[in-house]
T-cell receptor
Framework: DTAVSQTPKYLVTQMGNDKSIKCEQN?????MYWYKQDSKKFLKIMFS???????INETVPNRFSPKSPDKAHLNLHINSLELGDSAVYFC????????????FGSGTRLTVV | DQQVKQNSPSLSVQEGRISILNCDYT??????FLWYKKYPAEGPTFLIS?????DKNEDGRFTVFLNKSAKHLSLHIVPSQPGDSAVYFC????????????FGKGTTLSVSS
């Protein structure tokens, strides 16, 4: 049973479209994260939610909007997709808000054409 | 600005020998350091961590060394095995609520038999 699951695994879409990536964790963790791995291979924090409350919001374009309907889910909606949004997006969760023990999903490879 | 740097993008080692992966950081506030391992098409998985109050932590074949004065840590794998071939990410954090792990770019380790 997958601990942190992301859907879809691959997403190819045209510029200007709106798309969503879903993430669910069954670990009972309180905190969830979105990371972006760009072409330079950096894993960069985008957002973090703790019990449905936004606690980290890095300098990400406001076309990116996270939504956490409950503490087990953190979805990422992206409006007006641009070529530069092409990347692998990883969801992660941790028991609480400190730095221990992140569990990552397997990633969503987004390609904007 | 990169706060966590892995200056070697790749490392090749023969099976049975020692693998040494290096990581440097710039933020003196970091007090918790982790190594993650990543296989293709999977998310990073936690490998080993070290708190800033220690200078060494061992777990089986894996040992992490921390040199705070040099702002440097290293991961030693002894003996290296072909299954260790993966991308290794160094990560660091200020271990308090509301922070997130900061990752390096990763080092690709190839262990040949």
């Amino acid at each position: 049973d997958t601990a942190v699951s992301q859907t879809p695994k691959y997403l190819v879409t045209q510029m200007g479209n709106d798309k969503s990536i879903k993430c669910e964790q069954n670990l009972g963790h309180d905190t969830m994260y979105w990371y972006k791995q760009d072409s330079k291979k950096f894993l960069k924090i985008m957002f973090s939610y703790n019990n449905k409350e936004l606690i980290i919001n890095e300098t990400v374009p406001n076309r990116f909007s996270p939504k956490s309907p409950d503490k087990a889910h953190l979805n990422l909606h992206i409006n007006s997709l641009e070529l530069g949004d092409s990347a692998v997006y990883f969801c992660a969760s941790s028991l609480n808000t400190d730095a221990y023990g992140y569990t990552f999903g397997s990633g969503t490879r987004l390609t904007v054409v | 600005d990169q706060q966590v740097k892995q200056n070697s993008p790749s490392l090749s080692v023969q099976e049975g020998r020692i693998s040494i992966l290096n990581c440097d950081y710039t933020n003196s506030m970091f007090d918790y350091f982790l190594w993650y391992k990543k296989y293709p098409a999977e998310g990073p998985t936690f490998l080993i961590s070290i708190s800033s109050i220690k200078d060494k932590n061992e777990d089986g074949r894996f040992t992490v060394f921390l040199n705070k004065s040099a702002k440097h840590l290293s991961l030693h794998i002894v003996p290296s095995q072909p299954g260790d071939s993966a991308v290794y990410f160094c990560a660091a954090a200020v271990n308090q609520a509301g922070t997130a792990l900061i990752f390096g770019k990763g080092t690709t380790l190839s262990v040949s038999s």
